[in-house]
């Protein structure tokens, strides 16, 4: 476990689906942030959440909806999503300038 | 604009070899650099991170360096084997929640 867990690992929906995905973090981080990871390309980050309010929004299409209950935990709910979104979505924490921790993932397929 | 570099994208080498992997950047106001390793389809693991006051940071049989004022970093891999297959990415951090990845070496170690 790398202290930022991520769930569920795979996840196939189709075009007219609500899903969510979720992101938890025990390392006591104030910081905590969605990347997409497509194919052969960069990481994109997609919100960035400080002290459970939104600072940064990458200019992410509304199909894509963070929300941070507290400090902890992390979402992102999915809805009428598109073929193209399909890709590996991962959160990540951190602490001032401690560097980032991880999750594992989420492979989204998007049928 | 702050813009990181990796080179070269990809690499091959028997197992054994000693490697350097090489990470630049256009800007040195930095606050530390994060060398990353992601095994496909999965999260990014942290290897090593360097704050902007180290000049090198050493794991086992890694070994990162800083060098600010050029632009450069490189991680430095002894004894490759095998099971470093992976790709390698950088990341500085340049304060206020930016972090900017390059986009990667994939390294690939000949048994």
């Known amino acids: 476990e790398t202290g930022v867990t991520q769930t569920p690992r795979h996840l196939v929906m189709g075009m007219t689906n609500k899903k969510s995905l979720k992101c938890e973090q025990h390392l006591g981080h104030n910081a905590m942030y969605w990347y997409k990871q497509s194919a052969k390309k960069p990481l994109e980050l997609m919100f960035v959440?400080?002290?459970?309010?939104?600072?940064e929004n990458n200019s992410v299409p509304s199909r894509f909806s963070p929300e941070c209950p507290n400090s902890s935990h992390l979402f992102l709910h999915l809805h009428t999503l598109q073929p193209e979104d399909s890709a590996l979505y991962l959160c990540a924490s951190s602490q001032g300038t401690d560097g980032y921790t991880f999750g594992s993932g989420t492979r989204l397929t998007v049928v | 604009k702050q813009e990181v570099t990796q080179i070269p994208a990809a690499l091959s080498v028997p197992e054994g070899e000693n490697l350097v992997l090489n990470c630049s950047f256009t800007d040195s106001a930095i606050y530390n650099l994060q060398w990353f390793r992601q095994d496909p389809g999965k999260g990014l693991t942290s290897l090593l991170l360097?704050?902007?006051?180290?000049r090198e940071q050493t794991s086992g049989r890694l070994n990162a360096s800083l060098d600010k004022s050029s632009g450069r970093s490189t991680l430095y891999i002894a004894a490759s084997q095998p099971g470093d297959s992976a790709t390698y990415l950088c990341?500085?951090?340049?304060?206020?929640?930016?972090?900017?990845f390059g986009a990667g070496t994939r390294l690939f170690v000949k048994a």
């Open positions: 959440y400080s002290l459970e309010e939104r600072v």
């Open positions: 990341a500085v951090y340049t304060g206020g929640f930016k972090t900017i």
């Open positions: 360097i704050q902007s006051s180290q």
